[in-house]
């Protein structure tokens, strides 16, 4: 329950693209090979009370690991959605496939970018390796995620807001300030047509600068990931 959960939230793993069928035998595989190296389990019936309540808390610390990398990705995919709407292609939308929904091409691009650095790093085997040795740590029971926990997690993730706002700073400060100068010239010249002039000029400095924040931005989302990581040992008492 605790690795079969870990793969319905863990992004990559969770997308519709893959098949609940290849969730369920990769589950299938990495418990098999877990079992001879885990504590022996607590004598508790498995139709009852404890456990039922034994296994809420698998569940849950299976979801908790994967929630928070999607919350990483979820950055990602603001910042572009600021990017997009700054520079004029709000209405041009693509269909995410980690969540399913519309989201602007520009998201898009980083979402797909992202997700291969993601691979490049074997971030997936990572977090398959810790959830694997938190059955060490956290052996199953009902020892879980306490309320600390839960608290802890719900004040990391408003961090999550600022990241995005730190990864799209750069293209709207700077899509801002030709705005404002495009703002100041139609008062100076009102027969200038500025929605002829200025939005071809703003589409094309916009795909310049995410052409070229391109690399700091992923050097920040390792980064957030790093951070993500040691969040989720911190969890997973490792």
């Not at 035998?25 to 404890?50: A, G």
């Not at 008062?187 to 703003?202: D, E, K, M, N, Y």
């Not at 992923?218 to 040691?230: K, P, R, V």
């Amino acid at each position: 329950m605790r690795i079969s959960a870990m793969f319905v939230s863990v992004p990559l793993f969770s997308i519709q693209a893959v098949p609940p069928r290849v969730r369920l035998i990769l589950s299938v595989v990495i418990t098999l090979v877990v079992m001879p190296l885990i504590p022996p389990l607590p004598p508790v019936e498995v139709f009852s009370y404890t456990g039922f309540m034994m296994s809420i808390t698998q569940i849950m610390i299976g979801l908790t690991t994967g929630f928070i990398l999607q919350l990483v990705f979820a950055v990602v995919v603001f910042a572009g959605q600021a990017i997009a709407l700054s520079m004029g292609l709000g209405f041009s939308t693509m269909v995410d496939p980690q969540n399913g929904q519309q989201v602007p091409v520009v998201a898009q691009l980083y979402t797909v970018t992202t997700t291969l650095l993601f691979i490049g790093l074997d971030g997936h085997l990572l977090l398959i390796q810790m959830l694997v040795d938190s059955f060490r740590t956290l052996p199953i029971g009902l020892d879980g995620i306490d309320k600390a926990g839960i608290w802890s997690i719900l004040e990391w993730s408003s961090r999550m807001f600022g990241g995005g706002l730190l990864l799209a700073m750069p293209v709207v400060a700077s899509l801002l300030l030709v705005n404002v100068i495009f703002g100041v010239a139609s008062r100076a010249a009102p027969q200038l047509q500025i929605f002829s002039v200025g939005f071809p000029v703003t589409l094309m400095l916009g795909l310049m600068l995410v052409w070229k924040t391109l690399p700091d931005l992923l050097d920040q989302f390792s980064g957030m990931l790093t951070d993500a990581y040691d969040f989720i040992g911190q969890l997973l008492r490792l």
